[in-house]
């Protein structure tokens, strides 16, 4: 049997999901359907095929942590690697590390399977079929997408028209209305998933006459990148060097080895809010609602809250999402613009772009309760057994208060403990150090005072995560 490695593209953001899609915490680490994030619903999903290797997990650098985390809570794989990009360069060249990678690690003729890691696939029977068909056809030598039988006169997606011999004909951009209509009546055409199977011969020969550049200098980016655990570092200097494109354009719109295999999956992409309460089970008047909501005369709408109660009276066709720092209103139908808002965040450089209010850290997480010029307040949760980088600020000084657990505190020569009720104070210019010994969550409470309170004014001078400066 050919042996499956899957290969989960897990970079960018979803800009249209904002405001729970930030750009360190993105769309594939929500949690949008059910208990599990969209990074873990693929990897579940990848897991169930027959003869499936061990994942390679293709994310950016500020992700790695909390994806590593989300994959352990999955037990899933008793090995798995995560390929680190130190900036993005999209699918091309990202796929093209995952074949180099496998290439070097996997025997002649491994399917790659590559997988976008925030996609929705309802059907798994269907799935497990359609990805045996692929691997026979890439096993032939054919670099092979996923077509998604189309439901509707999608104008959002791109399409791909396929022959009698299910060989691509050609690929079409997003049509207008009118168009996407006739594709629809033609039983020719199918949405374009952003999924792919191949052998890593098969890709790096079509990929060396097409995209020579973004396979040599990815080569090199392999060959000259360091292993750290169960990460694998790209090196960074070969990706600055490598030329940016999508798949598609790089490779698929010009080879002539491109198969299409129909597929039936119960698929979306969940690339607006309007297509999450497309797939989402609805009340009678056609709501979806998630977390604390009150309705009163109200029909199709979305409405999620995070933190607190939202009642809505009299809406239609209406989203409202609410989270601790931001709250986004439009008429659903408007859900694409959602990323002109995230444009406007992004140029003025508002932390709303950035992360919520929330922030995950290898060692556990912080939420800002308050923060004020020349003060603010956290509370801190440490995982059992981690510890924060040790460290100094040169214009905070900072006061602990445990709330529960234990709290092994570093402050400049001196070690202590501390448990629930106690506290400490750390002085700007002092070395200090965070750690839980414990075998439940440290919780504490930190005040900060001083002239500047960024996270940039830390001078790290150990750090058991390899964290920089």
Known sequence: MTSIQPVILAGGTGSRLWPLSRELYPKQLLQLIDQTSLLQTTLLRAARLPAVLPPLIVVGEEHRFITRTQVDELQCFDEYTILLEPLGRNTAPAVCAAAEYSGRHNAAGTVLLVLPADHIVRNQPRFQ???????????????????????????????????????????????????????????????????????????????????????????????????????????????????????????????????????????????????????????????????????????????????????????????????????????????????????????????????????????????????????????????????????????????WVVVSGTARVTNGDSVILLHENQSTYIPAGTVHRLENPGVIALDLIEVQIGSYLGEDDIVRYEDVYGRQQ
């Not at 791109?158 to 209509?181: C, H, L, M, N």
């Open 129 to 399: 079929e359609v990805v045996a068909e692929a691997a026979e056809l890439a096993g032939r030598g054919a670099i092979v997408t996923f077509g998604i039988t189309p439901q509707y006169p999608e104008t959002g997606y791109g399409y791909i028209e396929r022959g009698e011999q299910g060989e691509v004909v050609t690929f079409k951009e997003k049509p207008d209305r009118s168009t996407a209509e006739q594709y629809l009546e033609s039983g020719r055409f199918f949405w374009n998933s952003g999924m792919f199977a191949f052998t890593a011969e098969s890709f790096r020969a079509e990929m060396e006459e097409h995209a020579p550049a973004i396979l040599a200098t990815m080569a090199k980016a392999v060959a000259e990148g360091e292993r750290d655990g169960c990460f694998f570092r790209l090196d960074r200097q070969q990706m600055e060097r490598c030329p940016s494109d999508s798949i598609d354009y790089a490779l698929m719109e010009k080879t002539a080895k491109a198969a299409v295999v129909a597929a039936d999956l119960g698929w979306s992409d969940i690339g607006s809010w309007q297509a999450l309460w497309q797939v989402l089970d609805k009340d009678d008047a056609g709501n979806v609602c998630q977390g604390d909501v009150y309705l009163q005369d109200t029909r199709d709408c979305l409405i999620r809250s995070e933190d607190m109660l939202v009642a809505a009276v009299g809406l239609e066709n209406t989203l409202i999402v609410e989270t601790a720092d931001a709250l986004l209103v439009a008429p659903l139908s408007r859900a694409q613009d959602v990323k002109q808002v995230v444009e406007h965040l992004k140029r003025t450089r508002r932390k709303e772009f950035f992360s919520h209010s929330t922030v995950y850290r290898p060692w556990g997480c912080y939420t800002v309760l308050e923060e004020q010029p020349r003060y603010q307040m956290k509370r801190i949760t440490v995982n059992p057994g981690a510890k924060l980088s040790l460290q100094m600020h040169h214009h905070r000084y900072e006061h």
